[in-house]
Each structure stands twice: as structure tokens, then as C-alpha cells.
């Protein structure tokens, strides 16, 4: 057991203590204050304040970790052995930065409790964040310095051990828009077929009346290959549907459709289905609760896991949200248009709530890639090249490489073979 000495127990501390000697080291730790205690224990142990004990591991402590609130901070990035860190500890300090305050930084999502300009649809934008601005967004940091630190840590306590985590692979499948042509309702067929011929996309046209005659397969409808796909590279899937009315920017076949239910069920007997919540639920927390009941009644069983439509959090109000409609997880931790580490971690975490200066009750699974955001590469040579970069950084450190994919973009008709690429992706990454 390890024993970590500080001047403060604050929640803060705790919760990012936990996380990285527990979740991504898997270290027995305990906490003191009482200098007695600390000089008392034979075992592995560090003073983490601003001044060492004795002559025992030390690393000095920002406050961000005994703090309550949110303050402005004029964050210098420097290098800590290859590695972009902050929060410099001094020259005293066994490792020079404290990686603890840098770490909750990240998890806590702290630079989207601060003011920022949000984009179209309400969400904090990549360009806005700090890994993004120092070019560190496609590494899981708080991952690899808490790894960094366990080397430093074993060269001062070399029996001290780590418990071995394993390296997953999560493929999240979105499916806010089932079908593209079928199951749409006579209204919404006839409108669709005037505008795409009043916008003369003529092979759309025809496109529409093979899948409405039945004469070809609508290109949305995957479904099948995909599940495929998963039992022939093994590895944690989960389809997320989207089960909500007809909105702007919520356009799925109706929830009253016995097909579209059907094909719920099927896919929900042979691969974990959960909640794609919808656009109009993001600040309708009665819609929200409504939508999650409906796909329960659907896959008669209960709904826990959940992504905001288009990634869109609020932090922390988000969040709160989803903790009392009672969802357990929630997988929207990530960009949309740009690939990499939206809290700097490839491992999931709790959620910490600043302005209540709790954990919330909800864990939160970081994604690195989502499919929209490959659409700029030229081939999928490029584009398996960029998620290798990724993939190795996480398989450093064994930890949870998690990609986005939607049913639309991999049956859409584009320059690309997306379903190819994604058979691709699952051969090279699945293991």
C-alpha cells in the first residue's frame, strides 16, 4: 500500500488520487495528514504539499487541488521527457510537474467551466482547448504521465507493483438516421422525392424509388454486415438508435414504426443497444426521460448507457442531467470534426462536478475518433495511418481506444468504401 502524505483531504484530491493510482495504475493507496502516521509507515509512501517531511519522494502541490471554484490560470506548457505537461512544481520536487493538478485539470473538464464562445450548436469548440492549442490532442496524457510518474516511483520503491490493466477496443455505432429511403411514411417519401427532384439529384431519385419498390437495399440499412463484422473481430460494440419525435435536427424514421422497433430488437439480441439521446432533449430534460423509457420498452431491458446528439455537453448541467434521468454511462467525451483526446485520457473516468465540488455518479467513456472527422483525408491508406498514431499512443498504455462510427456515413454514397475502412479498422485495431 502506498501512502500518500498532504496538509488537505479535499474532494478534489481524492477523486483524482482514486483515479490515477486506482483506475489507470491499479495501486493500493491511502491518505494521511497526520505527519506521525506518515513517519510511522515502512511501506512505499510520498508527501504531496508545498514543503517535503524528511527526505521522502516529494512532489510540491499546486492549489488547484485544495481550491473550490473556478480560477484563470496562465498555463506555461513545457516537456517532461518527451511527454507536454504544465504546472511546474520546482526544482525540490522529485518529478518536476505536478501531475496531479495537471491531471484534474483535464478529467474535470476545467477549461469548459471557464467562458468560452460556443459554436452553432451550443458546444465547446477543439480550438478553444489547450491540448488542441499546444499540439498535445492526440495523446492521452494524464494517462501516459501517470505511467511516467510509476517509473520515477519504482526507481524509489522497487517492490512497489501496479495491477496490469488490459488494453479494449470500444466501436460505437450511431444510428440517428436508420434508414435513408425506407420506412419514411408516404408524406415524407413524396416530400423527399419532390425536393431531390426539384434539386435535381437525379441518382438520389432513383436511388429512392429501387429501395421504396424494394427492387435494391436502403443504403443506411447495415445493420447485418456490421453485427458481422463484430463477431468476426471480436471486440466491446454498442449501437447507439436514436428514439425521439421528428425535429429539426432529429429526422429518424418514426418511433411508431413496427419495423423500425423490429429492427431495434434484432440488433438488441445480438449486440448491447443504448440510448443516441436527441437534439431537442439536450435542454428538455422531461423529453430526455421519455426517450430512454421508450427504447427500454422497445429492448425490454433497462437503458444505463447514453451519447448526446451531435457531442453536444453542457458541462456540468449535461451531465446532471444525465445522472438524474439515471443513466450510468455516457460516451459523447470527444470531437466531432477533429480526431484526439477531448479530456486528455483514453481511460474512463467519474465525472467531477466543480461547481458542486463532487463526483458525480456517472462514468464517462472518452472517444479519439469520430467518422466525421476522417472525412478531410484523401484515402484510407491516410486515414489508417492517423488512427495508428492513436491506437499505439493508447496501446501504450493500455488503454480504452474508442471510435464513433454512424450507420449513415458507412452506407452514404461517398468518395470513400467507409464499410471497407471500417472491416479495416476492426482487423488492424481490434486486439
Not at 19 to 42: A, Q, S, Y
Not at 202 to 228: C, G
Not at 289 to 318: A, C, F, G, W
Amino acid at each position: 500500500m502506498l501512502l500518500i502524505y498532504t496538509h488537505k483531504i479535499s474532494p478534489r484530491f481524492s477523486y483524482t488520487m482514486r483515479h490515477l493510482f486506482g483506475r489507470i495504475l491499479g495501486i493500493e493507496i491511502k491518505f494521511t495528514t497526520l505527519v506521525e502516521d506518515f513517519i510511522k509507515h515502512k511501506g512505499p509512501k510520498i508527501t504531496y504539499t508545498k514543503q517535503p517531511l524528511q527526505n521522502e519522494f516529494f512532489i510540491r502541490s499546486n492549489d488547484l487541488l485544495f481550491e473550490q471554484g473556478i480560477n484563470q490560470f496562465d498555463i506555461k506548457m513545457e516537456e517532461w521527457e518527451g511527454i507536454p505537461c504544465f504546472f511546474s512544481a520546482g526544482p525540490r520536487s522529485n518529478i518536476p510537474y505536478d501531475i496531479f493538478a495537471a491531471s484534474f485539470f483535464m478529467l474535470s473538464r476545467y477549461e469548459e467551466f471557464l467562458p468560452f464562445v460556443k459554436d452553432i450548436h451550443g458546444r465547446f469548440p477543439p480550438t478553444a482547448s489547450i491540448a488542441y492549442k499546444h499540439d498535445f490532442l492526440h495523446l492521452p496524457v494524464v494517462d501516459l504521465w501517470a505511467f511516467k510518474f510509476l517509473e520515477h516511483l519504482q526507481k524509489r520503491f522497487p517492490d512497489i507493483r501496479a495491477k496490469q490493466r488490459s488494453f479494449r477496443y470500444w466501436s460505437l455505432i450511431d444510428v440517428t438516421a436508420s434508414h435513408c429511403f425506407a420506412f419514411r411514411g408516404l408524406f415524407r417519401s413524396l416530400g423527399g422525392l419532390f425536393l431531390d427532384m426539384a434539386t435535381l439529384k437525379f441518382k438520389r431519385v432513383l436511388q429512392r424509388i429501387a429501395v421504396l419498390l424494394k427492387i435494391r437495399k436502403d443504403p443506411y440499412d447495415n445493420f447485418t454486415t456490421l453485427m458481422e463484422y463484430h463477431k468476426k473481430y471480436p471486440c466491446k460494440s454498442i449501437f447507439f438508435f436514436q428514439f425521439a419525435d421528428y425535429s429539426t435536427y432529429d429526422k429518424n424514421v418514426s418511433t411508431e414504426n413496427n419495423k423500425f422497433r423490429y429492427l431495434i430488437k434484432s440488433v438488441a439480441d445480438y449486440s448491447r443497444v443504448s440510448l443516441a439521446a436527441s437534439y431537442s432533449s439536450f435542454d428538455d430534460f422531461e423529453m430526455l426521460k421519455q426517450e430512454k423509457k421508450r427504447l427500454s420498452e422497445v429492448i425490454h431491458r433497462p437503458v444505463s448507457q447514453t451519447r448526446m446528439r451531435y457531442n453536444r455537453l453542457d458541462i456540468p448541467q449535461t451531465y446532471r442531467n444525465l445522472v438524474e434521468a439515471e443513466f450510468k454511462e455516457d460516451f459523447s467525451m470527444g470531437y466531432t470534426h477533429v480526431i484526439g483526446f477531448r479530456a486528455g485520457t483514453c481511460s474512463s473516468f467519474n465525472f467531477y462536478d466543480i461547481h458542486m465540488e463532487i463526483q458525480q455518479p456517472i462514468k464517462v467513456h472518452p472517444f479519439a475518433v469520430h467518422d466525421y472527422a476522417l472525412l478531410p483525408y484523401e484515402s484510407q491508406e491516410d486515414i489508417l495511418e492517423a488512427l495508428k498514431i492513436l491506437y499505439y499512443n493508447v496501446k501504450e498504455v493500455r488503454g480504452e481506444f474508442t471510435t464513433v462510427f454512424s450507420n449513415e456515413l458507412l452506407g452514404g454514397s461517398q468518395k470513400l468504401d467507409w464499410l471497407k475502412l471500417y472491416e479495416n479498422l476492426l482487423i488492424k485495431f481490434h486486439v
